[in-house]
């Protein structure tokens, strides 16, 4: 039995806007568990990067509970890859342990291992301008992880590539995820990309956001793109768009 690492209940998050008060998020409840990759789908609008944010404390939410562990480090990566131009790759890597007053060297150890482990040997010391965007993205990955933390929070990171980038950097990011053991939550409106990558999908509703479903993926955890031809992985596509279409 594997522990639970953050649980939400009955979450609800309102913005303020003028006079006006929009709900984004109405009773969100799911638990995950250590070690598990969760993907969060649901359409565009319907509060999915709120309910990253809320989860990061970067906003309040209006009621319901939120339970983690105290001292629980979480790495975020965003929908942009928000790098620093002005910075080579290896310096918007450390970025998040010099603010922690980390010593020079043992950052740059660490960077370099992280960007050998998201395939980015060699490219260390050029500056942002001169990689692709997936290349953009998988930096903002090796920032992501260089706290260490517990729970890293992916969102749309891959939603601006094209196909065959997307592809690559799913299966790469299953090679990630089981190296690193890290929990993962990541959003997508991508389902097959949701498929592919989770051991559980939450399907959100439209705006306000409700868990319309939770739904168990239970293939291996170690997957290749061969999985996208078979059988099972499209009957659990097909299921899962069934549920995100229905309102
Ligand atoms: N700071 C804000 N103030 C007011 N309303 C907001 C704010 N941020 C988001 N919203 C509204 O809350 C709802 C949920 O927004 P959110 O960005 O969480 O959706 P999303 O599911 O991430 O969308 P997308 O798929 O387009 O990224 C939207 O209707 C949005 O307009
Ligand atoms: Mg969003």
Redesign the pocket.
């Known amino acids: 039995m594997s522990d639970t690492i953050l649980e939400l209940k009955d979450v609800e998050v309102v913005?303020s806007?003028k006079e006006k008060e929009?709900k984004?998020l109405e009773r969100v409840s799911f638990k995950v568990e250590e070690g598990e990759f969760v993907s969060l789908v649901?359409?565009?609008?319907?509060?999915?990067?709120?309910?990253l944010k809320v989860i990061a404390g970067l906003i309040d939410f209006a009621s319901g509970e939120i339970m983690k562990p105290e001292d629980f480090e979480i790495g975020y990566v965003f929908?942009e890859p928000t790098l620093l131009e002005w910075r080579k790759v290896i310096d918007n890597v450390v970025l998040p342990l010099e603010i922690k007053g980390i010593d020079k060297e043992q950052k740059y150890k660490k960077a370099k291992k992280l960007l050998k482990l998201v395939g980015l040997e060699g490219f260390e010391f050029v500056y942002p301008k001169d990689l692709s965007g997936g290349m953009k993205q998988r930096v903002a990955i090796a920032r992501a992880l260089i706290y260490d933390p517990e729970l890293l929070l992916m969102?749309?990171p891959f939603g601006a590539l094209d196909v065959p980038t997307r592809l690559k950097l799913n299966s790469e990011l299953n090679r990630i995820w089981l190296r690193t053991n890290k929990t993962i939550l990541f959003?997508t409106?991508n389902i097959q990309e949701a498929v592919f990558l989770s051991t559980k999908v939450i399907v959100l509703s439209r705006?306000p956001?409700r868990v319309k479903k939770i739904v168990g993926i239970d293939f291996p955890r170690k997957r290749d793109l061969k999985l996208l031809d078979r059988e099972e992985y499209l009957e659990k596509v097909i299921e899962i768009r069934k549920i995100f279409g229905k309102g």
């Open positions: 913005y806007l929009v984004a649901g359409p565009s609008g319907c509060g999915k990067t709120t309910l929908q969102d749309e959003v409106h705006r956001g």
